[in-house]
């Protein structure tokens, strides 16, 4: 394992870390369900890809580097499907906006049609 | 193993006490979380931490299988997601 593959794994771990890093901030100072949702799931997904590309870089094309790919691809395809089913059951328990600028397309469209 | 990853341990060590304690903080919004919705967001951000938690294992350790594991941690994070919050509209999972 010589000096460049070395510094490849440890750039990739580093931007893993930094976007885990965001994502929990994200998660903790948001003001709102949906926003911290956004953060969570695309800053921690991409940190977490990250970490697992670096493990792909270590062990090569085969064996456990073949099962980080394999994870790289689950957590893409599962990550927005979950946030979009969070975020779908906190529409339907009526969990409100943070402040009254943003609102539903469908509440815009019946208020535009009453006035 | 020790003299060839001079550069890349004290690295990988670093990022894996960075995840646990973002780990840690997550479970502020879990607990204090004002709907459940937070809190089904606050676990799934835990299960993403501990899926690059365990791929940081395995680099560290120099053991394949962690990768495994973190893979099957992530099946059941995905997995737990959907049951709440199906669980959480409708009352009941499998009728």
Known sequence: MNTIHQLVVAALVVVGGFFLLVGTVGLIRFPDVYNRMHASSKAATLGASSILLAGFVYYGPQGAGLTSLVGIVFLFLTAPTGAHLISRSAQKMGVPFFGDEARWPREEAEESRSD | ?95
């Open chain 2, 1 to 95: 193993m020790a003299s060839e990853a001079s550069l890349l341990e004290p690295v990988v060590n670093a990022t894996l006490i960075l995840a646990a304690a973002l780990t840690l903080l997550a479970g502020y919004r879990v607990i204090k979380g004002p709907t459940v919705p937070d809190r089904v967001v606050a676990l799934d951000t835990i299960a993403t931490n501990v899926v690059a938690i365990a791929a940081l294992f395995a680099l560290v350790t120099g053991e394949g299988l962690f990768v495994t594991v973190s893979l099957v941690l992530a099946i059941i994070g995905f997995i737990s997601t959907i049951a709440v919050s199906q669980y959480v509209v409708e009352g009941d999972i499998i009728e």
